[in-house]
């Protein structure tokens, strides 16, 4: 018991110093001792750490070393953490490929290894072919994160984001899939976005502004260098921001412009990527929409009409605006739509009622309609639409808490799903160890909450 009288010695915590900064807000003085702190080059920081002012530095450095020294002791502890929680995962994993044209496109790991390694193979099977190794790319970097990443519509090239500061400006490369070998172009300081032209020579991208503030849709064409690439959109209201996407068809490449209650969406023609853009609905404060493409016509997801959980409107791809927009999906309170997708001959979308997600799909050709069903009383639904727009299998991850995530295709003509992956877990598991409920509770205002147990 002697021990316990030992002395102690505990290192103290960096005390920053107090220098009062006043400022003047809607009339109020306001007095901040370490505005210090912020630094006044914060944009620049993020650009080169090294210019970060010293005195700023030297703080930093003893509030980490501070903590080092409090987590000594706990070595052991983290190290058997670690291990338990790496037990649990599989290292050397792949994803399903995912079908496009005449290749399979997947995201495999090894074994000790930290990053994803972007594959594809033959359709239907054959020879893997590593198209970028995450792991190589990182060797000898401090710092090394993956983005977006998409290959050209002819599968010759692949274009990739990636931020090797932890600043989150990315740079896009593109690599020649022939070759093996990265174009000289290169764009930086851009968001993790990228879409590709028809033609496989043009790429559209979100470039940020001092702030890092997704602000500039710019397009690219292959061969140019990037300080020629053409401003196509600029955001002049500095509380949205841009990103770029695209419809399922492929045929349009979408900008959304968006804050956290209103939307507006342009759309070009992916396969004239030279045309201007074009506006789908202008923007109208608390007005949220997304828009996909089905033939002659836009398929909108809004909000609209005093929608709170978002309906479903048809608009004549000619002249989609609001007053010819007509509904094909009501409105229904408790039915929050999240997503939709079309396909070419079927419209999917995954929503949530009463608490819980669902898949519903409808035939474009005779309004048919059938939702996916489940066993368990409660589980998470993810819908992933893939690259290919005709097709009738729509794939979708499912999981809760007794059953490890799973992959599924489905055929949205025949029913028939397809198990295509379950996650492993090394250290073991077994879903009929336990035992999943769903039970609704009363609440002081008389509604019921869902709750979900685990036993």
Known sequence: MH???????????PVAQRRPAFSVHHG???????????????????????????????YLEAENAYTDAALTDTGELQSALYAEMKARIKEDDSSVPAPDGAHE?????????????LCRRPRGGGEEQILLDGNKEAEGKPY?????????????????????????????????LATGKD???????????????????????????????????????????????VLIYEEKDKGFYVGVGQTQSSRFVTIEAHDHQTTEIYLIDADRPESEPRLVAPREHGHEYAVEHHGDALIITTNSAGAEDFRICEAPLVDPQRSNWREMIPHKPGRLILETVAFSGHLVRLEREDGLPRIAIRRFADGAEHAIDFDEEAYSLGMSAGYEFDTTTVRFTYSSMTTPAQVYDYDMETRARVLRKTQEVPSGHDPADYVTRRLHAPAPDGETVPVSLIY
């Open 3 to 13: 021990g316990l009288n030992r002395p102690v010695t505990r290192q103290l915590p």
């Open 28 to 58: 109020v003085e306001l007095v901040d001792e370490y505005a210090w702190l912020r630094a006044g080059n914060w944009q620049e920081v993020m650009r080169d750490p090294s210019v970060l002012d010293q005195q700023i530095r030297a």
């Open 183 to 229: 174009l000289r172009e290169a764009l930086p300081e851009t968001r993790s976005s990228i879409i590709w032209g028809a033609d496989s020579q043009t790429l559209f991208y979100v470039r940020l502004d001092r702030n890092q503030r997704p602000l500039y849709v710019y397009r690219h064409r292959l061969g140019t260098p990037g300080k020629s690439d």
């Open 144 to 176: 090394w994160q993956l983005g977006a990443v998409a290959h050209s519509p002819d599968h010759r090239y692949l274009a990739y984001a990636v931020d090797k500061k932890g600043s989150e400006l990315f740079t896009i490369k593109i690599r020649d």
């Open 105 to 117: 496109y997947f995201v495999s790991y090894v074994t000790g290894g930290q990053y994803p390694r």
